[in-house]
């Protein structure tokens, strides 16, 4: 399956489809970059403004959660950092990647017509013969330092869009999807960036005019791991496991132990198991 060349990302083509105020005001696209995140913490730091957009064709050094690589050939997917600066208190800071999440969902769906799950945190699945693979995934760092004061976010995405299976590393391939590999055909880019943009403002939005209540019911109703058996794997600490009772009030995960201790998981990796 070799996709057709999507030449169509250029800020012009995403300002076609763009229907925002503030999310891709400013954007830049550049042809490669060591990492989005990375490009935009330093405009962060130089006093970018609130919604400045960075993406990327290819990326050297794209970074996942938990010091992963993200894999980012050249010209097939999505690379791009969003700045979130205004009016956040510290309390919504922690739901904004459960948000990007449900934003991702949302714009997947309505671009592509798949039906998506989401793993706490945010990492967007494709559930498919009774397994479930990744199609995209959420990196929120906090920016420190600079003019921006201490609330503001760079908010990575990154989604497979027209990634072919061959052009997955072997390791990743029962585990990894792409929109192309789900759909049959080649999505264009710049319409789902924009439609990505648009959910995110609206729900940032909703989250600084009314709090995170709607943000949770609206992550609650996409989030496959709340109600699992679940295996927490922490960086340095031996594994936990048992069963996803819920969300806490900042959208930690809320887990029963075997033992019946109630545990509030902030960070780690989470493997369903039934
Ligand atoms: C994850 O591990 O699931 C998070 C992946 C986040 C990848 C995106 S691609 C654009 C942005 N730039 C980066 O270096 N990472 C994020």
């Known amino acids: 399956m070799t996709p057709p060349a999507d030449s169509s990302l250029s800020p012009e083509t995403i300002r076609a489809h763009l229907n925002t105020r503030e999310l891709g005001a400013t954007l830049s696209v550049h042809d490669e970059v060591d990492s989005t995140n990375h490009i935009l913490a330093d405009l962060a730091r130089a006093g970018a403004s609130h919604g400045t957009v ?141 439609a990505l943009l648009e959910e995110m403002e609206r729900l940032h939005n909703q989250l600084r005019d009314h709090g995170a209540d709607g943000i949770a019911a609206a992550y609650q109703s996409l989030c496959d791991t709340l109600g699992k058996q679940v295996r927490i794997e922490l960086a340095g600490n031996d594994p936990i496991e048992g069963t996803a009772e819920g969300l806490a009030p900042d959208g930690a995960l809320r887990l029963r132990t075997r033992e019946g201790k109630i545990l509030e998981i902030r960070a780690g990796d989470i493997v369903h198991l039934r």
Do not use: C
């Not at 990327?56 to 970074?63: I, V, Y």
């Not at 459960?98 to 998506?116: C, E, F, N, P, Y």
């Open 54 to 194: 960075v993406v990327a064709e290819s990326q050297t050094a794209g970074r996942g959660r938990l010091g992963r690589p993200w894999i980012s050939p050249r010209g097939v997917n999505l690379y791009a950092s969003i700045l979130l600066t205004t009016a956040q208190a510290s309390s919504a800071i922690t739901w904004i990647p459960l948000l990007t999440a449900v934003a991702a969902v949302r714009a997947i769906t309505t671009l592509a017509g798949l039906s998506l799950r989401v793993k706490w945190p945010n990492d967007v699945l494709v559930p498919r013969d009774g397994e479930e693979r990744k199609l995209a995934g959420i990196l929120v760092e906090a920016i420190s330092g600079g003019q921006t004061g201490a609330k503001a976010v760079v908010v990575g995405i990154g989604i497979n869009v027209n990634m072919p299976a061959e052009a997955f590393p072997e390791g990743l391939r029962p585990s990894a999807t792409s929109l192309l590999i789900e759909t049959g055909h080649s999505v264009a880019r710049a319409p789902l960036l924009a």
